[in-house]
């Protein structure tokens, strides 16, 4: 019976072996291995697109519902369901069509779609308990749903640490830190060729914790920073039928603004009505019309790749131009790394209280040999530069950033 470790992520799910391969999932996407967790029903159609074919067909046609980001929604007790097409999707049927279509992709290198998986899971979806409890419920029917048998779960920084040490000659005390799209967990945990073939290893786990803070949320300083004025930030309008009563643009829409997948939840009636009064009435009327057509035509997906791709520059570079030209919108922002990393100051100073935390808790297992990052975030610099001063530059590593969890996690699935 075909048994794998899943990666549902919130950006990109992978499925990998137990002896550690990582399969391709996504022909013809850039990186076979990793399937994009999203979904797009076009408006004109009732097919369901997943994957790379959901982001071409809505790049063709935007008009529809793209869903992204269903694992962040997972402990949410106020997003249920949602209504596509005269139907009621609840989430983890959402979710459970995702994690079907990476299984039915695996199928042709397996011999047959797995039927048992260890599947991934933060170190916590959400300081509730009740949350936390709620979201790997959620996750588990979805799993079910999706034709998966017997269910395991492994949190994703132990997924982590077991594909790191499986290139260990001895044994180490590592910090693992695993930055998702969404989150971020860290475990401290013992690692190395002493302890590999042990079936249980929850013994060699000091501790474990996690933050709500990942890509999305590096993404969102810099719209918050470098362009929420480019959409109307700082504007007023002239209220229906008091000519000379103004009000600032309305927080909750410039909020939203700070998630593209959560723009769709501004497109209602009422929010219409407020940017249709601002194309006549803003003090800023370029604003107002980009923020219209951002909002109304759908563009924040292509607004938002056009940011992580900055981001990515970012990496490399001292500074980058963002540009955008879609609709009434034409961006064009110079940002520097150093602005970047100012704002995305709070972010860092959260992750250091965390990473503190944690180490105060676990004071007594000795000093910290390795520590290993993971996940796109830990390619930021202002990140990477973190753990180097706290730990110095010889004890911190990385291995590919994006498959890491999806590898432990197969070869956990060896114990099933």
Known sequence: MPVCGLDFGTSN???????????????????????????FFPEDEREAYTGAP???????????????????????????ATQIHERTWLIEE?????????????????????????LGRPALFSSDPEADALAEQRLRRAAELAGFTHVQFLIEPIAAALSYEAQLTQDELVLVADFGAGTTDLTLMRLGP?????PDRK??????????IGGDRFDAEIMRHSLLPRFGAGSTYRVRGVSDKRLPVPQHVMAKLLSWHEMSFIRKKAT???????LVSSDKPDEAKALYDLVMENLGYRLFRAIEAAKVRLSSEDETVLEFDEARIQLRERITRADFEAASEPLLQELRQVTEGLLERCAGAG??????????????????????????????????????????????????
Request: aromatic share 6%.
């Open 367 to 416: 000093e910290v040999d390795a520590v290993f990052l993971t996940g796109g975030s830990s390619q930021i610099p202002a990140v990477r530069r973190l753990y180097i001063e706290r730990f110095g530059e010889g004890r911190v590593r990385t291995r590919d950033a994006f498959t890491s969890v999806a590898e432990g996690l197969g070869r956990a699935s060896a114990a099933l």
């Open 94 to 118: 959402l979710a459970a069509l995702l994690l079907r279509r990476v299984r039915e992709a695996a199928a042709p290198h397996m011999g047959g779609a797995p039927e048992r998986v260890v």
């Open 194 to 198: 002493s302890r590999r073939g042990l």
């Open 203 to 212: 013994m060699d786990v000091i501790g474990s914790t996690g933050v709500r």
């Open 13 to 39: 799910s992978a499925l990998a072996l137990p002896d550690g391969r990582v399969l391709p999932v996504s022909t013809g996407y850039s990186d076979p291995r990793l399937y994009r967790s999203v979904i």
């Open 54 to 80: 959901a982001i071409s067909r809505y790049l063709d046609d935007p008009a529809g519902r793209f869903i992204q980001s269903v694992k962040s929604f997972l402990h949410s007790t106020s997003f249920r």
């Open 272 to 278: 219409q009505e407020v940017l249709e009064l601002m």
